[in-house]
């Protein structure tokens, strides 16, 4: 049996109606699907304002179980409370959601009023216990907001997770952690890390331009949402990316 993990990242939802209408999109494309389990990979609010919570609370809504981790656009309290429904607080929020066939671990690598990302002490504990209790044989994957590598983007590599070589040694001694998951970057993205692959979630409000192609600015605005689909099957993972278009530009997903 499969395992389909649908991942999306930085819809940036603001009072601004694009963002809501792109995240709607994808969202409406998932609800036809069938899969096992939604990841979105951080920034959900474009400046972690209460009222874009609420907003992304409704439009991220789905019948499929879901994690959300922040990224360096969210606040801590505002995304607890707001966004999960649960009790404020300043506390790395690190999710699980233990599958059938697998299990999925969501960790914040976020630093509060920063724009890079570290995973704390606190979360790699949480990590540790969470791959120690796994049962026997149960493939893991693992994600967060900052890619632990650079992706040669310049701008997104002064912003990624530092501190990754802690990350790497816990990953050496859990051999059922399979593969990495991140966002951040808001471009496609696939390497490795730790021996593993790291699938980097394009960005569903924008995309990033390549430093190397022609063009002025940092993103493209007109480039369609667009979303990961990673299979998982015995272990071995086989990713997928799809475009999703929106009411500006009927059709179907790419």
Request: one cysteine or more; aromatic letters at 6%; proline letters at 9%.
């Amino acid at each position: 049996m499969t395992v389909v993990i649908a991942h999306l990242s930085d819809v940036h939802i603001d009072d601004d109606p694009r963002s809501a209408e792109r995240a709607r999109a994808v969202m409406a494309y998932l609800d036809d699907l069938s899969v096992d389990v939604v990841v979105v990979t951080g920034d959900i609010a474009d400046h972690g304002l209460p009222a874009e919570y609420e907003r992304a609370r409704e439009l991220l809504a789905t019948r499929h179980p879901t994690l959300i981790c922040p990224g360096n656009h969210d606040e801590r309290a505002a995304f607890r409370r707001h966004l999960l429904g649960q009790a404020p607080s300043p506390e790395p929020i690190n999710q699980i959601h233990r599958g059938e066939r697998f299990l999925l671990a969501l960790c914040d690598s976020s630093v509060p009023g920063k724009d890079h990302g570290e995973l704390s002490d606190e979360t790699l504990d949480w990590l540790e216990y969470a791959l120690a209790g796994a049962p026997g044989g149960t493939p893991v994957v693992v994600g967060f907001h900052h890619p632990p590598v650079p992706l040669h983007i310049p701008y997104v590599d002064g912003i990624r997770m530092f501190g990754e070589e802690r990350l790497a040694s816990l990953a050496e001694r859990h051999p059922r952690l399979v593969a990495f998951l991140a966002g951040h970057a808001h471009t496609a993205a696939a390497t490795t890390f730790a021996g593993r692959p790291l699938l980097v979630a394009p960005g569903v409000v924008s995309t990033t331009r390549l430093p190397w192609v022609p063009g002025d600015g940092l993103v493209h605005l007109d480039e369609p949402p667009a979303l990961a689909f990673h299979v998982l099957d015995e272990g071995r993972l086989t990713t997928h990316f799809r475009t999703v278009t929106t009411a500006a530009d009927p059709g179907h997903a790419r």
